[in-house]
């Protein structure tokens, strides 16, 4: 409409200038009414030319059917990809796999989606985002408010602010998701006078004076509100509405139209315009939580008696409103002030015809939605029928955890627990699912208390569940810390002698918590032990080893040696194969535990042995923390082609992840490799892009991180002062930051700078903030970096009392590890050269060069090679066009002409023409040249 087309040309501006490459969030302001629903049909239309998918949701419908819209919402963000799709080419064969499954099962099941397709809906929504950007509306968004939904829906907002997504809202609220607001909020104004004209004019085909004269009488007590204009009119001028255009006589619309006393006055006049059939099926609406399908509502209503013409004539006249969801209608009543009226106004009696069709509904149990159908019976006077409604409707929320929505469900079974209707069995029902629903909600007094009810209700043939039960409660007082009582109950379990092994595996864990939290960890470790004696036997045993290994693992944190450790992993990972992501995730942590002890080849065979066991069984994200890590302990060990593949391979599939963080991760790992490399043009564009992103996620510590590693390329490549820009400007985020690795990092490279100006005093001080924050971190490679440079230090300045003793320390830490192992053979060369030990220097700088060339670190061999032919001419066994040859392959490998000049320019390159010229001119003597 004309009234909101200057909001309309803002937010189509905004859509113009949408490039698909970031995330933006709209907030219409309204109220039910106001045309925010127009305003997005408008913009949807307005949006197609812009070729990006458009999903537009209510927030009835998804609140409702959450499910369906998961279905239909991936179903077209995946519409275009196929085999041949050329960004689904690029995934590995393992993902591609994964993705057409996942697509498959989303095609095939129907009803409620297990948790665990829920969760591969979000893989497949965080990846197809990232690739194929869409325009995403969430209409009506006040129901998420009052149903307390937004926790339901936040996984969904996380994934896509994450994203490329133009995300639309609407409502007479503006939401908030944790810490973030709209980008955008438009209120939407009232209708104009001259709107309402033209709107009357074509809504009831008037002439414009009888559209004015209405206007007149109508526009105040309208308040600018559309769809209250509308029923006014109709209120007000029905009867004269309906003549025939002859008999619509000016003279007819001169009434004096009475101000309404209150909102309620005007809504009961408006309801007395209705027919009684109409009333009762509004009536019927306004217990529903959430919209019908046409299938369901037409099947309700025929069997109430109830004709479509109706229900029609209420669509037609925006009493109920209607959407559509994969190619199904829905209905549902959207206007709040008219839903609490008609809660309020429509008797017992008039809702007396849904008895029967709702109970039938019932009987037959093939339905999958939670409406509310309870309230109907309720309010119809009919209990039993209520009673027996709620169970079923809570039975379909309990069988999702969605327990927030259940909760007026619970509650209400709970105050008629002792209704006949209910079975001993649905009784038992209402009060486990109660008890999840406190534990969901962190009430654990009340799951408590629940679940001491739920016991009371067991009989003696229930002596397994009982004692189940009692554990569950020995588990919420060890929470509320109430160590006790819990005790009492673990005795309890234990006097029974009971014979299942589940149960007494669960009784030996929770005695094993019992005695950590008394302080009695070596207690604790002997129940846990027992309780490994015991998993196999257990039924759901490849559930339960992940919860064994976390608390063998915290005795292990709190300084209780573990002798047998190992064995104890050793026998935990057979059952834990049965459950791929828990043996990656064990099998994660004993990688990470092996890199900590610098075992880096123990590491990397564990990692490998995990790759191919586990690589086609785990979700996305667990095998993308396993291709990093390979990717890392490949470079470790100087295998930099597999470091590569492994983490591109990563990079093409981060966009799976939950973390937002990592791809910025794998990226580091992968500009690691190249500025090791030499490939110095890809290692700068790698940490820029991760600098860039850092910044706009507020993500200080990689933003300062990628900083470092853009500092130290820049210093590799003697571009001196954009280095020390980069170094300054993060020492100064030290005091917000407070990260030792990051900040050691900023000194030590500040430190080499110096030492390259020879500024032994402020390299001194800088040695020494070193030192103090490397006791603050605990990577192994932190100490070597440091013991590096501190050799580095002890060689320019001449302080070399402790120089034999760091080299012995740092050759000793240096084993496993490539990169500083052949900084061990360097640096020791260097050293004893200046002793003059001219031939042991020879024999360490060869070695030194011999691996340097081996492993691809062309930079580094170069920086070698420049030593071995400063040694004197008699011990140098290095020819000239063999250094040349390194010389060319630096160059190659750098990647762009600025930075083959700075190191051509600097004191690097002048070494190498020194060392060029008089070879160049004892072949001009002989005659012959240098190529």
Same mark, same amino acid.
């Given at each position: 409409m004309k009234i909101h087309a200057q909001v309309q040309q803002e937010i189509e501006t905004i859509l113009r200038s949408w490039d698909g490459q970031r995330f933006y969030w709209i907030h219409l302001k309204g109220d039910t009414g106001a045309g925010t629903s127009t305003l997005l049909k408008n913009i949807v239309e307005h949006a197609r030319e812009f070729a990006f998918p458009i999903v537009r949701v209510s927030a009835p419908v998804w609140l409702g059917y959450e499910d369906e819209v998961a279905r239909w919402f991936v179903q077209k963000l995946f519409s275009s990809v196929g085999e041949s799709h050329s960004t689904f080419e690029k995934l590995p064969a393992v993902y591609r796999q994964w993705v057409a499954a996942t697509l498959k099962s989303v095609e095939k099941k129907r009803g409620n989606f297990s948790t665990q397709l829920q969760k591969d809906f979000r893989y497949l929504l965080r990846w197809g985002l990232r690739h194929f950007p869409v325009i995403f509306i969430?209409?009506?968004?006040?129901?998420?408010?009052?149903?307390?939904?937004?926790?339901?829906?936040?996984?969904?907002?996380?994934?896509?602010?994450?994203?490329?997504?133009?995300?639309?809202?609407?409502?007479?609220? +503006?939401?908030?998701?944790?810490?973030?607001?709209?980008?955008y909020v438009f209120t939407l104004p009232g209708i104009t006078m001259k709107g309402a004209i033209t709107f009357l004019q074509q809504k009831y085909q008037v002439p414009e004076l009888i559209a004015r004269m209405m206007v007149n009488q109508l526009y105040l007590k309208s308040e600018g509100? #559309?769809?209250?204009?509308?029923?006014?009119?109709?209120?007000?001028?029905?009867?004269?509405?309906?003549?025939?255009?002859?008999?619509?006589k000016p003279e007819l619309f001169q009434r004096k139209v009475q101000q309404p006393g209150s909102p309620q006055i005007l809504l009961k006049a408006i309801m007395e315009q209705l027919t009684l059939p109409q009333q009762q099926i509004l009536g019927f609406f306004s217990?529903?939580?959430?919209?019908?399908?046409?299938?369901?509502?037409?099947?309700?209503?025929?069997?109430a008696g109830f004709s479509r013409k109706d229900v029609q004539f209420l669509v037609n006249e925006h009493f109920l409103e209607t959407e559509t969801l994969n190619n199904q209608p829905l209905y549902f009543l959207k206007n709040s002030p008219l839903k609490e009226f008609l809660k309020q106004h429509v008797t017992s009696e008039l809702l007396l015809p849904f008895q029967d069709s709702l109970r039938a509904l019932v009987q037959r149990n093939n339905w999958n939605i939670a409406a509310g159908f309870y309230?109907?019976?309720?309010?119809? %006077?009919?209990?039993? %029928?209520?009673?027996?409604?709620?169970?079923?409707?809570?039975?379909?929320?309990?069988?999702?955890?969605?327990?927030?929505?259940?909760?007026?469900?619970?509650?209400?079974?709970?105050?008629?627990?002792?209704?006949?209707v209910l079975s001993p069995s649905q009784r038992l029902d209402v009060l486990r699912w109660l008890a999840h629903l406190y534990d969901a909600s962190g009430l654990t007094e009340n799951y408590f208390e629940m679940l001491r009810e739920y016991r009371d209700h067991l009989t003696q043939k229930d002596a397994r569940e009982y004692l189940h039960v009692s554990l569950e409660m020995a588990d919420a007082l060890l929470r509320m810390d109430a160590l006790g009582e819990a005790r009492?109950?673990?005795?309890?379990?234990?006097?029974?002698?009971?014979?299942?092994?589940?149960?007494?595996?669960?009784?030996?864990?929770?005695?094993?918590?019992?005695?950590?939290?008394? %302080?009695?960890?070596?207690?604790?470790?002997?129940?846990?032990?027992?309780? #490994?004696?015991?998993?196999?036997? +257990?039924?759901?045993?490849?559930?339960?080893?992940?919860?064994?290994?976390?608390r063998f693992k915290a005795i292990q944190e709190e300084g209780v040696a573990i002798p047998d450790w190992e064995r104890i992993v050793e026998t935990l990972l057979? +059952?834990?194969?049965?459950?791929?992501?828990?043996?990656?995730?064990?099998?994660?942590?004993?990688?990470?535990?092996?890199?900590?002890?610098?075992?880096?080849?123990?590491?990397?065979?564990?990692?490998?042995?995990?790759?191919?066991?586990?690589?086609?069984?785990?979700?996305?994200?667990?095998?993308?923390?396993?291709?990093?890590? #390979?990717g890392e302990l490949y470079g470790a060990v100087g295998k930099w082609t597999l470091a590569a593949y492994h983490l591109r391979r990563a990079l093409h599939t981060v966009e799976f992840a939950a973390d937002a963080a990592l791809p910025d991760d794998v990226r580091i790992a992968l500009g690691v490799v190249y500025k090791e490399t030499a490939r110095y043009r890809d290692a700068l564009d790698v940490f820029q892009q991760v600098h860039e992103d850092a910044g706009l996620r507020n993500d200080f510590s990689r933003f300062v991180e990628a900083k470092l590693h853009l500092a130290h390329v820049h210093i590799l490549t003697h571009n001196k002062f954009k280095a020390l820009d980069y170094i300054r400007s993060s020492l100064r985020m030290e005091d917000s930051l407070r990260d030792a690795t990051l900040m050691l990092t900023a000194k030590l490279l500040a430190l080499s700078l110096e030492i390259q100006q020879r500024n032994w005093t402020r390299a001194a001080t800088l040695l020494e903030d070193a030192r103090q924050l490397a006791w603050q971190t605990e990577n192994p490679l932190d100490v070597l970096n440091l013991q590096f440079y501190e050799i580095q230090y002890a060689l320019g300045s001449g302080t070399v009392e402790q120089l034999p003793q760091l080299l012995e320390t740092f050759t000793e830490k240096s084993a496993g590890l490539t990169k500083f192992t052949i900084l061990a053979h360097w640096l020791r060369g260097k050293w004893l050269a200046r002793q003059h030990h001219y031939q042991n220097a020879v024999d360490e700088l060869r070695t030194a060069l011999q691996c340097a060339n081996r492993y691809g670190m062309v930079h580094l061999a170069f920086q070698i090679v420049l030593d071995v032919l400063e040694l004197p001419p008699i011990y140098v066994d290095v020819k000239l066009p063999a250094a040349e040859e390194i010389y060319n392959q630096l160059m190659a490998a750098i990647g762009d002409e600025i930075l083959r000049r700075q190191i051509q320019e600097s004191d690097e390159g002048?070494?190498?023409?020194?060392?060029?010229?008089?070879?160049?001119?004892?072949?001009?003597?002989?005659?012959?040249?240098?190529?």
């Open positions: 969430l209409d009506d968004m006040d129901p998420l408010t009052t149903h307390g939904a937004f926790r339901r829906w936040q996984p969904w907002f996380e994934v896509f602010r994450q994203r490329n997504v133009l995300f639309f809202t609407a409502g007479h609220r +503006v939401p908030r998701f944790n810490d973030r607001h709209p980008d509100n #559309l769809q209250k204009l509308h029923w006014l009119a109709r209120t007000f001028f029905g009867d004269v509405l309906t003549l025939p255009p002859k008999k619509m217990r529903l939580d959430v919209p019908l399908l046409k299938k369901h509502t037409d099947s309700i209503l025929k069997q309230r109907v019976l309720l309010d119809g %006077g009919f209990l039993n %029928g209520a009673v027996e409604v709620a169970y079923y409707e809570a039975r379909v929320l309990a069988k999702v955890h969605q327990w927030e929505r259940a909760r007026e469900f619970l509650h209400f079974l709970r105050r008629n627990l002792s209704n006949s009492y109950f673990l005795r309890e379990a234990r006097a029974k002698k009971v014979a299942d092994p589940g149960v007494r595996f669960q009784a030996k864990l929770l005695s094993g918590d019992l005695e950590r939290y008394l %302080g009695h960890p070596e207690y604790a470790y002997h129940q846990y032990h027992e309780a #490994l004696t015991l998993l196999e036997r +257990v039924k759901d045993a490849p559930q339960k080893v992940w919860g064994l290994y976390r057979p +059952v834990a194969r049965r459950n791929p992501e828990v043996y990656v995730r064990i099998q994660l942590e004993r990688i990470r535990a092996r890199m900590q002890e610098s075992n880096y080849l123990e590491a990397l065979r564990v990692a490998m042995t995990t790759y191919r066991q586990s690589r086609w069984h785990v979700f996305p994200d667990t095998l993308q923390s396993l291709d990093k890590l #390979l002048e070494r190498w023409i020194n060392i060029l010229k008089p070879e160049k001119n004892h072949q001009e003597e002989r005659g012959g040249h240098v190529h």
